[in-house]
């Protein structure tokens, strides 16, 4: 099945649950990414029991710092 | 109020533009704008909201220019180091432009402090580097009812949303809580291309702009991203609040602004 | 035969201004009409009479005549449309 990716089109296996495909895509510091699939938010401890479906679309949002102050 | 010839000199190329023109650069001069953190972020959108002609900005940030933000912080120059950095940066803002007023809070932005701050302002830019301060500007401009910009820029990596009161997803509903200590890296620890600031602050004083002046489209229910090592933008779209935000949810647990922890910059990546 | 005479709400001379500031000024005056009334710009021959009526007429504002001055400038009369 086909699924999409951070806007990338990647064909995985049937049954690939969310937290295998955020292990196969080598997520950093996966517990603090928040995942959104087909425009919903996971939470992270649903992430074992969600199984992906052809055409699902799933996206990674990082923290992110920067500027400067502290 | 009338635009004087020097204005309409100065700011003819706001005002040919269709979307903008006399009223939205009135408009401009008439916005009040607050830039927490006067750094990498905090200095091309204090310095483009200056030269914009937005007519009351307040920049906040308790540190001092030190050489290692020079790479990156353009506002700042080498005979600035040592001084404060809210200082150098109003110098540079009103050396752009006069017309404009900047007021400068030279002290650490808090729990106690920052409602009544951000009170007196249209839109608050978050340019600020940890989390603690990005939290605690997100809840209380949910608290305040204030749009606000938010961004984050790390190596090669930028990203930028906007929260406008009522509209879309407020930063807690995309990050929920504080990472812990040393979870994340930061700039300091990690790196950052100075030109990411450049970009991204950019970005924030486009956002600013066309929030003022009602121009086209905001980034409210969406996160930009940039990564300058492809060159390529993606405009994520972000889930609405689903209701259970703590601060912008439909049963708030978070009624108090709290001070987090900063964390220490011991991480060795 | 002798042009209508058209009356103008508002006059705006932009004889001692060069391009863009010609278009800049008529767009400052005229944001402070109300649609549908007239402005007059007095303006020099070459650039500004090719660029003032057509970048009017590219935000949507209706050029109406444009008469030559005995003293060489013109008179551009455009109504506001739109707010």
């Known amino acids: 099945m086909f699924i999409t990716v951070a806007g990338e089109k990647k064909e995985v296996k049937d049954g690939l649950l969310l937290k295998e495909l955020i292990e196969q895509e080598k997520v950093q510091t996966p517990q603090y990414v928040t995942v959104s699939l087909n425009d919903e938010f996971i939470e992270t401890a649903d992430r074992d029991q969600v199984v992906l479906k052809d055409g699902d679309t799933v996206e990674f949002l990082y923290f992110m710092g920067g500027g400067a102050w502290h | 109020m009338a635009l004087s010839d020097e204005q309409i000199e100065r700011y003819s190329r706001h005002i040919l533009l269709k979307e903008i023109g006399a009223k939205g650069q009135k408009k401009l001069l008439e916005a009040k704008v607050l830039v927490i953190g006067a750094g990498g972020l905090g200095c091309p959108v204090g310095l483009y909201l200056a030269a914009a002609g937005v007519g009351t900005i307040g920049v906040a940030d308790a540190d001092t220019v030190d050489l290692s933000n020079l790479q990156r912080q353009i506002a700042h120059t080498t005979a600035d180091i040592g001084k404060p950095k809210v200082q150098s940066l109003k110098e540079s803002m009103e050396a752009i432009n006069p017309d404009v007023t900047v007021h400068a809070y030279q002290k650490f932005i808090d729990s106690s402090n920052i409602r009544e701050l951000i009170r007196e302002y249209d839109f608050i830019v978050d340019g600020t580097d940890n989390f603690a301060a990005k939290f605690l500007i997100n809840d209380a401009c949910v608290m305040e009812k204030k749009p606000f910009s938010h961004a984050g820029i790390l190596r090669f990596q930028g990203q930028l949303m906007t929260y406008i009161p009522g509209q879309g997803p407020c930063y807690r509903c995309v990050f929920k809580d504080m990472p812990p200590k040393d979870a994340i890296p930061t700039c300091r620890q990690a790196g950052v291309i100075g030109a990411m600031a450049g970009v991204i602050g950019s970005l924030q004083a486009m956002e600013t702009v066309k929030f003022i002046t009602g121009t086209g489209t905001l980034l409210v229910g969406q996160l930009l991203t940039y990564d300058g090592i492809n060159q390529s933008f993606r405009k994520i779209k972000l889930p609405p609040c689903d209701g259970k935000c703590a601060i912008c949810g439909e049963h708030p647990t978070i009624t108090e602004l709290r001070d987090y922890e900063q964390p220490a910059c011991e991480l060795r990546l | ?83």
């Open chain 3, 1 to 83: 035969m002798a042009a209508e005479e058209i009356r103008a709400d508002e006059t705006v001379d932009v004889t001692h201004l060069v391009c863009p500031n010609t278009f800049v000024k008529t767009k400052v005056v005229l944001d402070g009409l109300d649609e549908g009334q007239i402005l007059a710009v007095r303006l020099n021959d070459g650039e500004p009479v090719q660029n003032v009526p057509r970048s009017l007429k590219e935000e949507g504002h209706e050029v109406l005549r444009l008469d030559p001055n005995d003293d060489g400038t013109f008179t551009l009369y455009v109504k506001k449309v739109g707010d």
